[in-house]
């Protein structure tokens, strides 16, 4: 097994967008795509190290940039400054994924048909927002996101949700969850939810270790939460 990576440039008006593919290449031929939605911070290592987590499993990973190439925070107050003009825009937050899986569709070993989205904090709103969209998306997992909704118009969701909360997540507390679950069942969405005792926000990130802010690193939540994905998207791939 070797991990070939890659990237995939594609523009939103002047604006440079670089995504970060990463394969198998002891497999042969199209495969299923699975795409991450970054963290607040922006496209780092981290959602690049997912995708390749993504290609050892078999599917093809890609790391999505909805900031522009090579723009990234390195402090909270960075971080905020990138994610706020997106949440106050949430029609362009939903062109640039969108536009990310339109250049991965046609990507020569991507079965176009059978695509799927993760996403980390701000990234698990984004694909959120996908499901929203009516995206036709075999699934989306939510991993420690927001909850915050986009403002729209209530539509179906017909691409399959799965939700990885902490339960002490301050960024998205027990009643902005039980919100978000009226709404995806309002939806007639088909959704699971899996919320872990004991665990805060950021809860699968190593680095991420500011308690007292309600961010920490907790391993087995993370196990948990990634074996519940890996079901999942075998599930949908079906």
């Known amino acids: 097994m070797t991990i070939i990576k890659d990237t995939l440039e594609y523009t939103d008006g002047d604006t440079i967008l670089e995504a970060t593919l990463a394969w198998d290449d002891a497999i042969a031929g199209p495969r299923s795509a699975v795409a991450v939605a970054h963290a607040w911070a922006g496209k780092t290592h981290f959602e690049i190290g997912k995708a390749e987590d993504l290609a050892?499993?078999?599917?093809?990973?890609?790391?999505?940039?909805?900031?522009?190439?090579?723009i990234t925070g390195n402090t909270p107050e960075e971080n905020s400054a990138l994610m706020q003009p997106m949440l106050d825009d949430r029609d362009k937050l939903l062109r640039r994924l969108n536009l990310g899986f339109e250049h991965l569709a046609n990507h020569e070993l991507v079965v176009a048909t059978e695509m799927a989205a993760i996403g980390f904090c701000f990234g698990g709103l984004s694909v959120l927002d996908l499901a929203r969209s009516g995206s036709k998306l075999r699934g989306v997992v939510s991993l420690h996101g927001l909850f915050i909704p986009p403002g729209r118009e209530l539509q179906p969701i017909v691409t399959k949700v799965l939700v990885l909360h902490g339960w002490d997540d301050p960024m998205a507390p027990?009643?902005?969850?039980?919100?978000?679950?009226?709404?995806?069942?309002?939806?007639?969405?088909?959704?699971?939810?899996?919320?872990?005792?004991?665990?805060?926000?950021?809860?699968?990130?190593?680095?991420?270790?500011?308690?007292?802010?309600?961010?920490?690193?907790?391993?087995?939540?993370?196990?948990?939460?990634?074996?519940?994905?890996?079901?999942?998207?075998?599930?949908?791939?079906?």
């Not at 499993?57 to 522009?68: H, I, Q, R, S, T």
């Not at 270790?209 to 907790?218: R, T």
């Open 56 to 70: 050892r499993l078999g599917y093809l990973g890609c790391a999505l940039d909805v900031y522009g190439k090579g």
């Open 174 to 238: 027990p009643d902005q969850l039980l919100a978000l679950t009226r709404e995806l069942t309002d939806a007639g969405a088909d959704w699971q939810l899996h919320a872990y005792g004991n665990t805060m926000h950021a809860f699968t990130n190593p680095e991420a270790n500011m308690p007292d802010d309600g961010i920490l690193y907790v391993p087995r939540s993370e196990r948990r939460a990634l074996q519940a994905m890996e079901n999942f998207l075998s599930e949908i791939f079906t």
